[in-house]
């Protein structure tokens, strides 16, 4: 150990000439086994600060201290920013403190990664929190995505942090799942191209994005969390994996973060076919992949996969498991001991810190001009720019999903002169934020602090948006609970005012202590508590009524919305989501969000999504469970109206390894401006296995003024037709395919045929995997 007055070793790791990798080699071979240990271990200092912010905290018993973990070195520091509120300036000086600290008890000065949680922001207090991830699926916009992600890395990067935990690319298969909020959707393409985007924009600013979870977490056995995954090879192929394939090949990501669960009786984080076969020897993964929290140890406390600890660390670093989040149990000196007497290769061991030490050198860490305190640029965490994205994201991530009655929009002054505002999500800012920002996940064991960021409320942005009416709020009953006694007040308010705004939805939180979030998975998709009692009251006493969801999952209230004149769906949108919502009631924003995740019908079974078979969907005379949704994935509507016509197809024959032009012509039929969002599906007429019957294979969102046409290109390979045969490979087979663009997975649209003719060809992941789409300039 090193102590501050020595000056550390050098050598050619510090000369910035070298490549990264060389650099890395040659620290590694001057490094000892326990040197070499300890750079894949992690510390979590102050982790008994923030409360249960992770799954079985109480694992931490056995943690070493930070001054025992760092002798030697340390590969990670843990969430100094995420674990307890710290202003900006505080949190940056604590992080040079510990990363002081790291440096001078290893003898060549090498500090540690600094990790946090960004998925709905920089999760630390007083930073801009912005929708949840399945509100971004909601735009279909992967440039504000890669905005957003910028955004959020160059305020990490400003401050000493190197990796951020997300995005998540897990592809929604049952609603019930406390984790849909963290999602992309329901649909592979739309993940990839959405994750994609977060990723290149994290990455640009330096900092490290780390794709979860790997691979197969959100298809669990009735959507209970860490559940083993229910599915075969073949959706595990064409589903689950597109996403995390396209971020490594296109967007050279960092790292990747396995999941809790076990494939087929495999855990994944021992699932060396998972982690070194497909991820690095197949898709050519350079990065790091870092364990979920406590992944190693649950190897033998959860799954009995093995022997205890070092067991456990061996199965996980053979498995190609580089680094031990969030703190050290078998990567420290259980590992170093299992190399010493020979149970563990040390092959094994220099495999792993070879990578974490060159993605050090590629982060500047190995450089001899770092200094833990240079990181000294005054940090806002929630600028001005920031909570533009912020507003610009929510307001376009809002749903419009019916106006029947042409109720919307209101005019903020010619409107309702008394509005009735009722529910228990409409008076709660908490409600607008999912369970990883850090009002969320943090401050609920901090009740004596403020939020940190400015959030009004959905009832504080309708009495700004509308000065001139005279607004009443009544709860009705809280978001979880048996209470009706405040259900007849509301229908009081509600009788007696020109307009009724229901608001209804989600609180999230962790481990059941929300109704939406991680470990907050549900039986049924009603709405929680007796929020549902409470709509179908309230909107039966009502005049003209609005319902508005704000939620971190669909719920299946499609008779509420029937029962509705107007009906609005927000997923977690931020703190800027209530004026995105007073907005498009209003008019000021023209709603332009789509559903990434259908509504689903009343009496649905779970689990079930678009993305299905013949059988999988309505079957009269099969089952008398209907599927169909309330509002179809892709589904919203504008306050203007949109038609593609003109759909035309370059050709009608395309060799197996050819591609075709899908041309349309999208016009603005209405007398405001507005944004259309054209969807290409696929449709396989005859495969050798069972094929969806509609699959997304390309998006886009196009601007429009009043009257105005655009016209819009896609770009087809016939690699976009490939599926996993009945021989696990992937290959493109000749035959008929339709081409539909529509503006939902729901509407007819048109359609062109094509036909692929030739042998079938076997394609990897070196295929196309995008349709590029242009857009005609005005």
Request: proline share 6%; hydrophobic share 40%; aromatic share 6%.
């Amino acid at each position: 150990m090193t102590t501050s007055d020595e000056r550390p070793a050098t050598g050619p790791w510090n000369d910035t000439g070298l490549p990264a990798s060389v650099r890395a080699k040659a620290l590694l071979d001057s490094m000892t086994i326990s040197e070499k240990a300890r750079q894949l271990g992690s510390s979590w200092p102050g982790h008994d600060d923030g409360g249960d912010v992770a799954p079985m905290q109480e694992t931490f018993q056995d943690a070493e201290t930070f001054e025992e973990a760092v002798v030697d070195g340390l590969g990670q520091l843990t969430r100094v920013f995420g674990t307890g509120p710290v202003t900006p300036q505080a949190g940056r000086e604590r992080l040079a403190e510990l990363q002081a600290q790291v440096v001078a008890a290893n003898r060549f000065g090498i500090p540690a990664v600094a990790h946090e949680e960004c998925l709905t922001g920089f999760t630390t207090w007083q930073a801009t929190v912005y929708p949840t991830a399945l509100a971004w699926a909601a735009t279909w916009n992967p440039d504000l995505v890669r905005a957003m992600a910028r955004a959020i890395g160059t305020d990490m990067a400003a401050v000493g942090v190197h990796q951020g935990l997300s995005p998540v690319l897990d592809v929604v298969r049952d609603y019930r799942w406390g984790r849909v909020e963290e999602t992309l959707g329901e649909d592979p393409y739309l993940v990839s191209e959405l994750g994609l985007a977060y990723v290149q924009g994290l990455q640009s600013a330096g900092v490290v994005a780390t794709l979860k979870h790997f691979a197969g977490y959100s298809t669990s056995r009735a959507a209970r969390n860490h559940a083993p995954a229910a599915l075969g090879p073949r959706e595990f192929a064409d589903v689950i994996l597109p996403p995390f394939e396209k971020a490594v090949l296109h967007g050279r990501v960092g790292s990747v973060m396995n999941a809790y669960n076990d494939v087929d009786g495999v855990p994944c984080a021992a699932d060396e076919r998972l982690l070194t076969g497909l991820l690095r020897d197949t898709w050519g993964f350079t990065g790091t992949v870092v364990s979920d929290y406590w992944s190693v140890a649950f190897l033998a406390s959860m799954h009995h996969l093995a022997d205890g600890i070092p067991d456990a660390a061996h199965l996980a670093l053979r498995a190609g498991l580089d680094v031990e989040l969030p703190h050290t149990s078998g990567y420290g000196d259980p590992l170093r001991a299992a190399v010493e007497d020979g149970r563990v290769p040390v092959e094994l061991l220099d495999r792993a810190v070879l990578r974490v030490l060159t993605q050090k050198a590629e982060l500047g860490l190995l450089d001899s001009d770092w200094h833990p305190a240079q990181y000294t640029a005054p940090a806002d965490f929630d600028s001005p720019g920031n909570r533009d994205i912020a507003r610009r994201m929510a307001e376009e991530s809002v749903v419009l999903l019916d106006n029947g009655a042409d109720l919307l929009p209101l005019a903020p002054l010619a409107g309702p002169r008394t509005i009735a505002v009722v529910g228990p999500a409409a008076d709660d800012a908490q409600c607008l934020f999912g369970c990883y920002s850090f009002p969320n996940h943090v401050l609920p064991h901090h009740p004596d602090l403020p939020l940190g960021v400015q959030a009004p409320t959905v009832l504080d942005a309708v009495r700004r948006e509308f000065p001139q009416a005279t607004v009443e709020y009544v709860t009705g009953c809280q978001i979880t609970g048996e209470d009706r006694s405040g259900i007849e007040a509301a229908v009081a308010a509600a009788t007696g005012a020109d307009l009724t705004l229901l608001v209804v939805g989600d609180r999230s939180g962790l481990f059941g202590h929300g109704t939406s979030g991680e470990g907050c998975d549900v039986s049924s998709l009603q709405l929680p508590g007796v929020q549902d009692d409470l709509a179908q009251a309230v909107l039966a006493a009502a005049d003209r009524a609005v319902l508005v969801v704000v939620s971190g999952r669909p719920y299946a209230v499609g008779r509420h919305a029937a029962a509705a004149d107007a009906t609005l769906q927000a997923f977690f949108p931020g703190q800027e989501g209530a004026a995105a919502i007073a907005g498009v009631l209003s008019g000021r924003v023209n709603p332009s969000g789509r559903l990434p995740v259908q509504i689903p019908g009343d009496l649905a079974g779970q689990p079930g999504t678009y993305l299905a078979v013949a059988l999988a969907l309505k079957s009269d005379g099969v089952s008398n469970i209907d599927p169909t949704p309330a509002f179809p994935f892709g589904h919203g509507l504008s306050y203007t109206g949109f038609t593609i016509g003109d759909v035309q197809a370059s050709e009608s024959v395309i060799a197996v390894d050819g591609s075709v032009t899908v041309t349309a012509t999208v016009t603005n039929t209405g007398d405001r401006a507005g944004t259309a969002v054209p969807q290409l599906y696929l449709t396989d007429l005859v495969a050798t296995v069972t094929r969806p019957v509609r699959q997304l294979i390309g998006f886009t969102r196009v601007d429009l003024e009043a009257g105005q046409n655009r016209t819009v290109r896609f770009g087809v390979h016939a690699d976009l037709t490939s599926f996993t045969g009945q021989d696990l490979q992937r290959r493109v087979e000749p035959g008929r395919v339709l081409l539909r663009l529509a503006q939902s997975a729901g509407d007819p649209g048109t359609t062109v045929l094509v036909t692929l003719e030739g042998d079938t060809r076997i394609v990897d992941h070196t295929r196309t995997l995008s349709a590029p789409v242009t857009v005609d300039q005005d």
